[in-house]
């Protein structure tokens, strides 16, 4: 092949491949009915209408106690169940994980419990609790406790199997009892990263947490839900900025704590 | 009487792999023997199957006349309480201070709540610190483990040994991830503990030259089963030959005529 038939080639392929984009994009708008011009220009005025109506106004501002109760309700709901599934998780990663099972035939049940429990999107275990508990905390509660237990679990398992192992048959060999094992080499050796993945965990159940609010009607998700469809954009605004200041808060002093420990 | 017999102890995993194949020795209480042989010859299958870290498939091991495959329990514990075991990679608890994981070689003596809250008595406290001062490590005692070289934590791992008041000591290639100065104190040390304490030693090497300076007796073993066991003088070049394998011989014969004079 000589070289000119090679370019030429080569500027073939893209004439045609530029072409092909263009022409969908044409028959999309064709048949979207998509004014293009309108649409360019509608941008800044949908930036400038986010300015004017999102920017807290003295109504929003008095309501701030509120939001901060609700605020902290949610806040309260992600440490709650992150930390409590981070205990449970530990002990089902215990039970799983290949150095420390107790029987090899608890190993599979263990996992397969993080396994579901973490597959399961949390607005998915939301809308499923929503039947046994109806709009309360309690239904947020569970959905994260679920997530989050999965996902503790999980990890440890591999945190057991990863740090664990050397040390704990250095105790087997002492001759201590299973219970010493655990707790004199596992949960030292697993701390920290327990602690880390604990924090992780708090950070985006907080996130969560608040879209779950809207669908179970509680927190600040709630709050967000109610401003919003009553057209009260200055206060739904003050929940977003609200609650991005607190989760940025938290992500912080968890870095903190991380860097101290890890 | 003989500290420890093996008597055709055979370790299968699964169906085909055989890891021991009909291994019988004895051991005397105060001896030093060095277990030697390539990768994956089973050297360290036969030291677990002693503490019974591992199950053996067929056979028997006797430890001081009590058969130790059919151990459960409490007395499996006791048994392991009597051995020592000092590992290649420490098998420390790293982020616990030097203290803390040399008390650990006294938790096979806990009951299971003083074993769960770590409770131990004045007097273990007290031995765990003497026996840091007799291995240097006086000055490391509340550092944490992760802070020590790669020789301070085999000292550790020497001193959680002992603190168990060991009748022998299993030490799983105890100097392959150290360095040469390192690796020469730890041997001295075991040999130093082998004559003062009278604690029977038995060590895994895949280095035949620290093997035939350091041991009283020498077992080989290649594909699980031993090929040798006699006194470090008697062991030929052919012998060396057949327990690595041709290829690795020549450079192991090189390494024998200069160390072993």
Redesign the interface.
């Known amino acids: 092949m000589q070289p000119e038939t090679f370019f030429r080639r080569r500027r073939m392929q893209s004439i045609l491949f530029f072409a092909a984009i263009f022409g969908f994009t044409y028959g999309s708008i064709l048949l979207t009915q998509f004014d293009v011009v309108k649409g360019l220009l509608a941008v800044p005025q949908s930036f400038a209408w986010a300015v004017s109506n999102f920017i807290p106004d003295a109504r929003a501002w008095s309501r701030l106690p509120t939001i901060l109760a609700r605020l902290q309700e949610t806040v309260l709901a992600a440490i709650a169940s992150s930390s409590i599934a981070a205990v449970f998780g530990l002990g089902l990663a215990i039970l799983g994980a290949n150095t420390t099972r107790p029987h090899r035939w608890l190993s599979l049940p263990a996992r397969a419990i993080a396994s579901i429990f973490r597959n399961i999107d949390v607005s998915v275990w939301a809308l499923i609790l929503l039947f046994s508990f109806g709009q309360s905390g309690f239904t947020g509660f569970f959905a994260l406790f679920f997530v989050s237990l999965g996902f503790i679990t999980r990890v440890m398992i591999e945190t057991i199997d990863e740090v664990g192992t ?2 704990v ?9 299973y ?7 596992v949960i ?2 697993c ?2 990263q327990l602690i880390s993945w604990l924090l992780y965990m708090i950070e985006t159940n907080i996130r969560s947490a608040t879209l779950v609010g809207i669908l179970t009607g509680t927190g600040i998700g709630f709050l967000f839900d109610l401003y919003f469809k009553n057209f009260s954009y200055g206060s739904a605004s003050l929940v977003v900025l609200v609650t991005v200041a607190a989760v940025l808060l938290i992500e912080t002093v968890s870095n903190n704590i991380r860097r101290i420990i890890l | 009487m003989p500290l420890l017999e093996a008597d055709a102890v055979t370790k299968r995993y699964g169906t085909e792999t055989l890891a021991l194949n009909e291994i019988t020795f004895a051991v005397q209480p105060g001896e030093f023997v060095a277990i030697i042989g390539p990768s994956g010859a089973g050297k360290s299958t036969l030291l677990r199957c002693i ?1 019974r ?1 591992i199950d053996i498939t067929s056979g028997d091991i006797r430890f001081d006349g009590v058969s130790v495959p059919k151990l459960r329990g409490q007395a ?6 009597q ?3 000092i ?1 290649q ?8 201070s030097v203290l803390e994981n040399v008390l ?7 009951n ?1 709540i003083q ?4 409770l131990y008595s004045e007097q273990e406290k007290r031995e765990a610190v003497r026996i840091l001062e007799m291995l240097g490590l006086e000055e490391q005692m509340y550092k944490r483990c992760d802070q020590l070289s790669g020789g301070q934590k085999q000292r550790v ?1 020497i001193a ?1 040994a002992l603190v ?1 008041q060991p009748r022998m000591l ?1 030490c799983d290639e105890p100097i392959a991830s150290l360095d040469p100065s390192s690796a020469k104190i730890i041997m001295d040390t075991l040999r130093e503990i082998n004559r003062t304490l009278g604690i029977t030693v038995l060590v895994n090497l895949h280095q035949v030259d620290v093997a035939l300076h350091y041991a009283e007796r020498i077992i080989g073993i290649n594909r699980g089963k031993i090929l040798y066991d006699g006194e470090p003088q008697a062991l030929s070049n052919a012998q060396i030959y057949q327990i690595y394998g041709s290829e690795a011989g020549e450079l192991i014969l090189d390494l024998k005529e200069r160390y072993a004079a």
């Not at chain 1, 048959?169 to 009892?177: D, F, I, K, S, V």
């Not at chain 2, 499996?76 to 309480?81: A, E, F, I, Q, S």
């Not at chain 2, 650990?104 to 806990?110: A, D, N, P, S, V």
């Open positions: 050397e040390p048959e250095a105790l087997r060999a002492t001759g201590a009892n219970g010493a094992i655990i707790s004199q080499s030292p050796s701390l920290p | 503490n870290l499996l514990r006791h048994h392991r309480t051995i020592g075991m590992f990679h420490y098998n420390l608890v790293n982020r616990l650990h070689g006294r938790l096979g003596y806990k299971t074993g769960i809250l770590g791992g959680r168990q299993l």
